[in-house]
């Protein structure tokens, strides 16, 4: 029997069960060829591509290949992402530059403009507030976003402490405590009105955008302005407040100065107290408006009242009702009248 020679022709891929092997003088059915390729196995060639698949042209450069491109309404979506976060960022640096607070005078005149001037700032400083403000109605799509309160708080801490306070310490040195606590009062009046003159702006926005809003917020920031200053500016006034209050309670009540070691009596009302009284309300409402009269002033108060009330009972008031002590000394230091 002479040898033939094999040739296989792959089947269509569109036909069925009719496919045939062909040999050379003989031909192969269907059947014959599930036997011939359980032995020497199928052909394997590659399908052509399906008619159904997209024509989606060359991938583009950096592209996974296979992966469709983005939709346009994702593409919309990342745009205005970034549209408000950009118009947010630059917002943000217009406020904050122009809020930024000055380097602090040690001598400034009480005539001097506060920065920033009001005619320096347009539209475009107030525009940029209220997307600051209000990040939700003007930028929704933003993703980073600050509070300016809280900014301008913390950069009010930091220059407080970093250039208003080394100057109140210096103050140590004055060997007159008046002078000494007057030029502390005007150090922070000063500091006042630089950080409360940089928040204007703010609250005149939001009263702008949502009348009558404002006013917790600036609550809210005087109470941390005055904690700042109770907790750091107290130290170094302290000797010069104890002795100031010591000697306007001490002529308010009449009680003899340590001049007068021999005098026991309780001096009458005259000018002299009158103008005392005036005097240390004067200086607690200048002390309150500037934050130092937080606890440490309290108990500093509390302890010159309770030596100046134990000596003015043990004086003056021997013999009287015990209930009458108080009276006597509360209508002298508030409502001027005589015991």
């Not at 002590?325 to 015991?339: E, S, V």
Request: glycine content about 6%; proline content about 7%; some cysteine.
């Amino acid at each position: 029997m002479a040898s033939a020679t094999l040739r296989i022709i792959p089947s269509s891929p569109h036909g069925g069960g009719g496919t045939i092997v062909k040999m050379p003088g003989r031909t192969i059915t269907a059947s014959q060829r599930r036997v011939f390729d359980s032995v020497f196995g199928t052909a394997r060639i590659s399908q052509p591509t399906p008619l159904a698949t997209p024509a989606t042209g060359f991938t583009p450069s950096g592209q996974v290949f296979g992966v469709l491109p983005p939709s346009r309404s994702v593409s919309s979506l990342v745009s205005n992402h970034v549209d408000d976060q950009v118009r947010w960022d630059r917002s943000w640096h217009i406020v904050t530059r122009h809020l930024h607070l000055p380097v602090f005078p040690e001598n400034r005149g009480v005539l001097e403009p506060l920065q920033p001037e009001r005619e320096s700032l347009g539209n475009p400083f107030f525009h940029a507030l209220e997307d600051i403000l209000y990040p939700q109605a003007c930028v929704p799509l933003a993703r980073q976003t600050e509070d300016i309160i809280a900014w301008h708080t913390s950069q009010v801490r930091q220059h407080f402490l970093q250039q208003v306070l080394p100057i109140i310490l210096r103050l140590r040195n004055q060997p007159d405590p008046g002078a000494l606590l007057l030029r502390g009062i005007k150090i922070l009046e000063t500091a006042h009105r630089q950080y409360l003159h940089g928040l204007s702006f703010i609250k005149e926005q939001i009263d702008t955008s949502a009348p009558e809003t404002s006013q917790p917020v600036i609550a809210k920031f005087r109470r941390d302005l005055h904690a700042i200053i109770s907790n750091s500016a107290i130290d170094p006034l302290s000797g010069a407040l104890k002795k100031i209050l010591k000697w306007h309670v001490s002529m308010i009540l009449g009680l003899p100065s340590k001049d007068e070691p021999n005098n026991h009596h309780i001096a009458a009302e005259s000018q002299e107290s009158e103008k005392a009284r005036r005097e240390m309300l004067g200086l607690v409402e200048s002390l309150n408006n500037v934050g130092l009269t937080g606890e440490r002033f309290q108990v500093i108060f509390a302890e010159i009242m309770n030596d100046s009330m134990t000596e003015y009972v043990h004086r003056g008031c021997k013999g009287f009702w015990l209930v009458y002590f108080p009276i006597c000394i509360f209508r002298r230091l508030w409502h001027n009248q005589n015991c």
